[in-house]
């Protein structure tokens, strides 16, 4: 039902920006959370970020804010990720989730909270 793919990823020179994408469909976008994360071979998925389809409330990861900015346009039911000043370490499979706000709220925004996932998309930063 729910359906989420992500574009956008690439090969990126070291201090260089990317932006990814996110489209949506197949559930009510205001009573839902988008957020991205990325994997690393070898590695845990870790979380960057989410927005709030309903009020458009933003949260990020410490280690990353400053540097990666989510943003929505809820009518294209769309939600993008810039990332900026990017570094080799940033390489990684960066996927978007959706989830039911109500229940990110409850349950914290671990990757494991979270229900839907697309397929991903490859960022590659060459130093």
């Known amino acids: 039902e729910v359906q989420l793919v992500e574009s956008g990823g690439g090969l990126v020179q070291a201090g260089g920006s990317l932006r990814l994408s996110c489209v949506a469909s197949?559930?009510?976008?205001?009573?839902?959370?988008i957020g991205w994360f990325r994997q690393a071979p070898g590695k845990e998925r870790e979380g960057i970020a989410y927005?709030?389809?309903?009020?458009?409330?933003?949260r990020y990861s410490e280690f990353l804010r400053g540097r990666f900015t989510i943003s929505s346009d809820n009518a294209k039911n769309t939600v993008w990720l810039h990332m900026n000043s990017l570094k080799p370490e940033d390489t990684a499979v960066y996927s978007c989730?959706?989830?039911?706000?109500?229940?990110?709220?409850?349950?914290?925004?671990?990757?494991?909270?979270?229900?839907?996932w697309g397929r991903g998309t490859q960022v590659t930063v060459s130093s």
């Open positions: 989730a959706a989830e039911e706000y109500t229940t990110v709220q409850r349950m914290g925004a671990m990757p494991n909270i979270f229900g839907s």
């Open positions: 927005i709030s389809g309903g009020d458009g409330r933003t």
């Open positions: 197949g559930f009510t976008w205001e009573d839902y959370a």
